[in-house]
């Protein structure tokens, strides 16, 4: 069995990938904090997120630390600001009172800082031999575009849950030409596959190191559950039956009043969604958006059926059965384009599901990379053999049964951070982010207990 993708390990391509990561996230950065005016950038529009003039200031200041200072051992610009942008020394909820930096005083920063940066990555070695540093292969300018990313996907987050008017405008996926008619679920097969990655230079701890492990067979929807399903359950007295929940998350549902999707609201007979600024009918085709954990999880049981694991996931996303090899993606080793995922804000929407033909897996399975964030059944736990590097509160801190583990990206979500060993984790009760899920069986015949 190969265990190593197909990757690029030329230093100057890295080098050149690397400069593009960074440029490809200022400017979404750029677009998400100069849509709106300076008030709200420093006001707090949810206490579950920072104010989005931290995230800015924030973002310089990690690019700093790591380039900077750790890569290029320079000192210093501004230390007094180190501990306001530590993102685990204040929770989101205080940090409005802070003393930050102002807006024009956060781009400045960012600015400078990245000016900086890349003259450091002109020289940088890139080199592939000998022991693991944050410039091999490039891998810390890897992994400051993808934590920017991640606070724009952040960022993106905010922008959904303002009050007011669009501020951030997109196209809309292309519609299908006609309803997707595929199987409603593909079989895939048992045995073992190679999870994880040894071999993807810009891969974060938690992905290392690659290891097998052995799925039995099981059965997997072929495409994300959509709003149309999603409101089976709910006309069904989903969220009224205690039956199909968790304890905690029934106890969520009668705690803060739970009855549809966050953001879904009745108008008269119709369902309607607010999505950036703007109301409009909930579209039936489109993956379901805005659930927890705990309500795919009640879905998956009122469907009798399950939320996969998260090898589950990985080996149908992953696997490839004629070879025994683990890709890097679903459609092969080559990098996602707009025609194989809807990823990198291109969208500010899900494709209808059964889009996407040329990213599908294998074996059939559409939409495993982009669209949404899917839930799994499984817990965020490291590989055998983990090493957190290069600092312990990226992965290793979180590990546990608190968080839940989520995979494959969403339209919000960048092509540098999204691959198919990406692991995602959050609170089971989180609704906020752009997560929903696709359900799986053990193989066998299906058994829904409600029909």
């Given at each position: 069995?190969?265990?190593?993708?197909?990757?690029?390990?030329?230093?100057?391509?890295?080098?050149?990938?690397?400069?593009?990561?960074l440029?490809?996230a200022?400017?979404?950065?750029t677009?998400?904090?100069?849509?709106?005016?300076e008030?709200e950038?420093?006001?707090?529009?949810?206490?579950?997120?920072?104010?989005?003039v931290?995230?800015?200031?924030?973002?310089?200041?990690?690019?700093?630390?790591?380039?900077?200072?750790?890569?290029?051992g320079?000192?210093?610009m501004?230390?007094?600001?180190?501990?306001?942008?530590?993102?685990?020394?204040?929770?989101?909820?205080?940090?409005?009172?802070?003393?930050?930096?102002?807006?024009?005083?956060?781009?400045?920063?960012?600015?400078e800082?990245r000016?900086?940066?890349?003259?450091?990555l002109?020289?940088?070695?890139?080199?592939?031999?000998?022991?693991?540093?944050?410039t091999?292969?490039?891998f810390?300018?890897?992994?400051i575009?993808?934590?920017?990313?991640?606070?724009?996907?952040?960022?993106?987050?905010?922008?959904?849950?303002?009050s007011g008017?669009?501020?951030?405008?997109?196209?809309?996926?292309?519609?299908?030409a006609e309803p997707?008619?595929?199987?409603?679920?593909v079989l895939?097969?048992?045995?073992?596959?190679?999870?994880?990655?040894?071999?993807?230079?810009?891969?974060?701890?938690?992905e290392?190191?690659?290891?097998?492990?052995?799925?039995?067979s099981?059965?997997?929807?072929?495409?994300?559950v959509?709003?149309?399903?999603?409101?089976?359950?709910?006309a069904?007295?989903?969220?009224?039956?205690?039956?199909?929940w968790?304890?905690?998350?029934?106890?969520?549902?009668?705690?803060?009043g739970l009855?549809a999707p966050l953001?879904?609201?009745?108008?008269?007979?119709d369902?309607?969604?607010?999505?950036?600024?703007?109301s409009?009918?909930?579209?039936?085709?489109e993956p379901?958006?805005?659930?927890?954990?705990?309500?795919?999880?009640?879905?998956?049981?009122?469907a009798?059926?399950?939320?996969?694991?998260?090898?589950?996931?990985?080996?149908?996303?992953?696997h490839?059965?004629?070879?025994?090899?683990?890709?890097?993606?679903p459609w092969?080793?080559?990098?996602?384009?707009?025609?194989?995922?809807?990823?990198?804000?291109?969208?500010l929407?899900?494709?209808?599901?059964?889009?996407?033909?040329?990213?599908?897996?294998?074996?059939?399975?559409?939409?495993?990379?982009?669209?949404?964030?899917?839930?799994?059944?499984s817990d965020f736990?490291?590989?055998p053999?983990?090493?957190?590097?290069p600092?312990?509160?990226?992965?290793?801190v979180?590990?546990?049964?608190?968080?839940?583990?989520?995979?494959g990206?969403?339209?919000?979500?960048?092509?540098?951070?999204?691959?198919?060993?990406?692991?995602?984790?959050?609170?089971p009760?989180?609704?906020?982010?752009?997560s929903?899920?696709?359900?799986?069986?053990?193989?066998?015949?299906?058994?829904?207990e409600?029909?």
């Open positions: 069995m190969t265990t190593e993708e197909n990757v690029t390990t030329d230093p100057e391509a890295l080098r050149a990938r690397a400069a593009d990561a440029e490809t200022r400017r979404r950065t677009l998400l904090t100069s849509c709106v005016e008030p950038l420093t006001a707090q529009h949810s206490p579950l997120m920072s104010p989005l931290w995230d800015l200031a924030h973002i310089g200041n990690q690019e700093e630390q790591w380039l900077l200072r750790a890569v290029a320079q000192e210093a501004r230390p007094e600001i180190d501990p306001l942008y530590d993102a685990f020394e204040h929770p989101r909820s205080e940090r409005p009172s802070l003393p930050l930096l102002a807006p024009h005083e956060a781009r400045g920063y960012a600015a800082v000016g900086r940066a890349l003259d450091v002109e020289t940088a070695s890139f080199a592939l031999d000998g022991p693991a540093s944050l091999r292969a490039g810390a300018f890897g992994m575009a993808q934590h920017e990313q991640q606070h724009d996907e952040t960022m993106l987050i905010t922008h959904q849950l303002r008017g669009a501020a951030l405008t997109a196209p809309d996926p292309e519609p299908l997707f008619a595929g199987p409603a679920e895939v097969p048992g045995g073992p596959f190679t999870m994880g990655t040894s071999a993807e230079p810009w891969a974060l701890d938690n290392r190191p690659a290891h097998v492990r052995d799925v039995p099981f059965h997997l929807d072929t495409t994300p959509t709003n149309g399903a999603y409101l089976e359950f709910i069904d007295g989903g969220y009224r039956q205690e039956r199909w968790h304890p905690a998350g029934w106890a969520a549902v009668r705690e803060h009855h953001f879904w609201r009745r108008e008269g007979g369902w309607v969604r607010r999505r950036f600024g703007v409009e009918p909930v579209p039936p085709d379901v958006l805005h659930v927890s954990w705990y309500e795919a999880d009640a879905y998956a049981r009122w009798g059926r399950r939320l996969p694991t998260e090898e589950e996931w990985e080996k149908a996303a992953r490839d059965p004629v070879t025994g090899r683990s890709r890097r993606y092969g080793d080559a990098d996602p384009t707009p025609e194989r995922a809807n990823l990198g804000q291109r969208h929407r899900p494709a209808p599901a059964g889009s996407c033909a040329a990213g599908e897996s294998p074996l059939g399975v559409r939409q495993l990379i982009g669209d949404v964030w899917e839930w799994t059944a736990t490291p590989y053999g983990f090493v957190a590097y600092y312990r509160e990226y992965s290793e979180f590990f546990g049964p608190e968080h839940k583990v989520l995979r990206g969403s339209f919000a979500v960048a092509d540098v951070v999204c691959r198919g060993t990406f692991r995602n984790w959050d609170y009760v989180r609704r906020q982010i752009f929903g899920f696709r359900t799986a069986r053990d193989a066998g015949p299906a058994v829904g409600h029909a």
